[in-house]
T-cell receptor, first 114, second 116 residues
Framework: GQQLNQSPQSMFIQEGEDVSMNCTSS?????WLWYKQDPGEGPVLLIA?????ELTSNGRLTAQFGITRKDSFLNISASIPSDVGIYFC??????????????FGKGTKLSVKP | EAGVTQFPSHSVIEKGQTVTLRCDPI?????LYWYRRVMGKEIKFLLH????????ESGMPNNRFLAERTGGTYSTLKVQPAELEDSGVYFC??????????????FGPGTRLTVL
């Protein structure tokens, strides 16, 4: 089946550092979404991207839709302890997928040391 | 505005029993989705409702899973009979119907199902 390769799998950083994670695929996507999940909660939508090359910010978070439409990255600047959690990328295939069927990466677990 | 709610938050059942999960989407959202995350794996799509109709059920594992959305409001996902491999977290999500907005899916807190 279709797969998103999300990396890194986990990160342990110092408070104040910048963070970068990405998702890649061999397939073309027409939508990229980034979610964050806290323990015991469901994924919370952070950023949605709809156009190749699109760069969108949400506070200290910035995400980009890759020009090839096969990848996306998420950056977090000046990390704080509450950034801890699991970050997921999710995308909708441009071809071969149905409307609404999101494909998820395996997640990046972020730990922040005060 | 209330978010997506799911009930129960946890369920522990024995193999062979039946369990029914419920999802209440955000009010006014025509699209309702079910996903599942099995331990150590990624979140995987199960099915998609538009109002009361099944738009896509290609992710349903087998015929032990039955999803309904009578009246186009809340949805139920029944597993009968449950097997050990059905254990995981079941997420529900909803979104608006509309150009550009329909992919912004908002997730509920999930139901953690444990089959013993």
């Amino acid at each position: 089946g279709q797969q998103l390769n999300q990396s890194p799998q986990s990160m342990f950083i110092q408070e104040g550092e910048d963070v970068s994670m990405n998702c890649t695929s061999s397939s073309i996507f027409n939508t990229w979404l980034w979610y964050k999940q806290d323990p015991g909660e469901g994924p919370v939508l952070l950023i949605a991207l709809y156009k190749a090359g699109e760069l969108t910010s949400n506070g200290r978070l910035t995400a980009q839709f890759g020009i090839t439409r096969k990848d996306s990255f998420l950056n977090i600047s000046a990390s704080i302890p509450s950034d801890v959690g699991i970050y997921f990328c999710a995308g909708q295939l441009a071809y071969g997928g149905s409307q609404g069927n999101l494909i998820f990466g395996k997640g990046t677990k972020l730990s922040v040391k005060p | 505005e209330a978010g997506v709610t799911q009930f129960p938050s946890h369920s522990v059942i024995e193999k062979g029993q039946t369990v029914t999960l419920r999802c209440d989407p955000i009010s006014g959202h025509d699209n309702l989705y079910w996903y599942r995350r099995v331990m150590g794996k990624e979140i995987k799509f199960l099915l998609h409702f538009v109002k009361e109709s099944k738009q896509d059920e290609s992710g349903m594992p087998n015929n032990r899973f039955l999803a309904e959305r009578t009246g186009g409001t809340y949805s139920t996902l029944k597993v009968q009979p449950a097997e050990l491999e059905d254990s995981g977290v079941y997420f529900c999500a909803s979104s608006h119907q509309g150009q550009g907005g329909s992919n912004e899916q908002f997730f509920g807190p999930g139901t953690r199902l444990t089959v013993l």
